[in-house]
C-alpha cells in the first residue's frame, strides 16, 4: 500500500483529499503546517507528499527545503497544492524542489493524472466511483 502524506493548514480540505485517497486505496498522514509536515515525512517516509503552500509555523517552501536537505526525502515527489496558478507561481514552485504543481480548489482527475504519474500506478484505479466498480 502507497503512503500519502496530506499537509495542509485546513482540515477540510485534508478531510476531502484523505478520503479519496483511503477510498483508492492508499495509507494516509496528515500534518496540519509546514513543520508537522517535515516531521512526519522524516517519521514515516511516505511514497508522495501532498503539500499547501500558505501554512503556518513552516510554508510550503520552507518545508520542501527542509525535506529535501534529508537524504531519505531528498527524491521523493512532492506536489505542491496551492491557489496560485500564474505562470510565475508554477516557475517558482518548480524552482523551490517541489516535483509537481496542482492548484486549488483540486481537480479530481488532474489529482489522478500526477498520481499515476508519480506513483507510477495504473489511473483509471484512482478515484472510480463505487457505480463503477460494482
Keep these: ?7 495542509d493548514d485546513k482540515p477540510s480540505s485534508r478531510e476531502l483529499i484523505r478520503t479519496l485517497l483511503e477510498y483508492a ?4 498522514y496528515e500534518a496540519a503546517d509546514g513543520q508537522e509536515a517535515v516531521e512526519v515525512a522524516r517519521a514515516t517516509l511516505p511514497d508522495l507528499i501532498l503539500l499547501d503552500i500558505h501554512m503556518p509555523r513552516l510554508d ?4 520542501v527545503r527542509e525535506m529535501r536537505q534529508d537524504d531519505r526525502l531528498k527524491y521523493l ?8 496558478a500564474m505562470h510565475t507561481d508554477r516557475d517558482r514552485i518548480l524552482k523551490a524542489g517541489f516535483t509537481a504543481h496542482i492548484t486549488k480548489p483540486v481537480n479530481l482527475a488532474v489529482l ?3 498520481l499515476a504519474r508519480l506513483l507510477s500506478v ?8 463505487k457505480s463503477d466498480t460494482e
Design 112 to 114: 489522478g493524472e500526477e
Design 77 to 84: 515527489p512532492i506536489v505542491a497544492l496551492t491557489a496560485s
Design 25 to 28: 486505496g492508499y495509507e494516509i
Design 122 to 129: 495504473r489511473q483509471e484505479v484512482i478515484f472510480q466511483s
Design 60 to 63: 510550503g517552501y520552507g518545508a
Design 1 to 7: 500500500m502507497k503512503k500519502i502524506l496530506i499537509a
